[in-house]
Antibody, heavy 115, light 111 residues
Framework: QITLKESGPTLVKPTQTLTLTCTFS??????????VGWIRQPPGKALEWLAL???????RYSPSLKSRLTITKDTSKNQVVLTMTNMDPVDTATYYC???????WGQGTLVTVSS | QSALTQPASVSGSPGQSITISCTGT?????????VSWYQQHPGKAPKLMIY???NRPSGVSNRFSGSKSGNTASLTISGLQAEDEADYYC???????????FGTGTKVTVL
């Protein structure tokens, strides 16, 4: 059974750095072809792909956010970490992690950016 | 990277069929057979309904079907049911660095 779960702060201040962790089970990020991605959804708005990391450490980023994002993996812990710098109120959203095939998603975590 | 274009809303009566379009470019929808469709109920995570243009994951009703022509993909829901009322998003592989892009989303209302 594949599961993913996001964890991290629910409230961050403007200009701070957000660090989110995706802890997964039921698959391995050392298996060829496997990846884990991060997606966000502002309240009442559409989904947006942020970043994706593959088994071979290939990393892909949204062009519009690339300068602010870093995605890393810890295969031994079954975790993927996303950091986003210089947070702004417009970054308030539910952040999801998902298997790269899109077939399994975490429940999402709402991050609010406010002073 | 621009989002794929979907109609903001589509509605239909129970039992009817509706179709949601998803328009992209030759760099995404038109260039690859990697279009997916997601259903999202309020407060819930998206659920994969269609992958690789027209394939259904195990457990998804055969009332949901997908197709593609040129730069436009489509999701058809036949025999519309009250439980189908939700937001629907398409997604496509893209030649950009992302490497996926979502659609703008469509709210389906069952009248």
């Amino acid at each position: 059974q594949i599961t993913l779960k996001e964890s991290g702060p629910t409230l961050v201040k403007p200009t701070q750095t957000l660090t989110l962790t995706c802890t997964f089970s039921g698959f391995s990020l050392s298996t060829s072809g496997v990846g884990v991605g991060w997606i966000r959804q502002p309240p009442g708005k559409a989904l947006e792909w942020l970043a994706l990391i593959y088994w071979d450490d290939d990393k892909r980023y949204s062009p519009s956010l690339k300068s602010r994002l870093t995605i890393t993996k810890d295969t031994s812990k079954n975790q993927v970490v996303l950091t986003m710098t210089n947070m702004d109120p417009v970054d308030t959203a539910t952040y999801y992690c998902a298997h790269s095939l899109g077939d399994y998603w975490g429940q999402g975590t709402l991050v609010t950016v406010s002073s | 990277q621009s989002a794929l274009t979907q109609p903001a809303s589509v509605s239909g009566s129970p039992g009817q069929s509706i179709t949601i379009s998803c328009t992209g470019t030759s760099s995404d929808v038109g260039g690859y057979n990697y279009v997916s469709w997601y259903q999202q109920h309020p407060g819930k995570a998206p659920k994969l309904m269609i992958y690789d243009v027209s394939n259904r994951p195990s457990g998804v009703s055969n009332r949901f079907s997908g197709s593609k022509s040129g730069n436009t993909a489509s999701l058809t829901i036949s025999g519309l049911q009250a439980e189908d009322e939700a937001d629907y998003y398409c997604s496509s592989y893209t030649s950009s660095s992302t490497p996926y892009v979502f659609g703008t989303g469509t709210k389906v209302t069952v009248l």
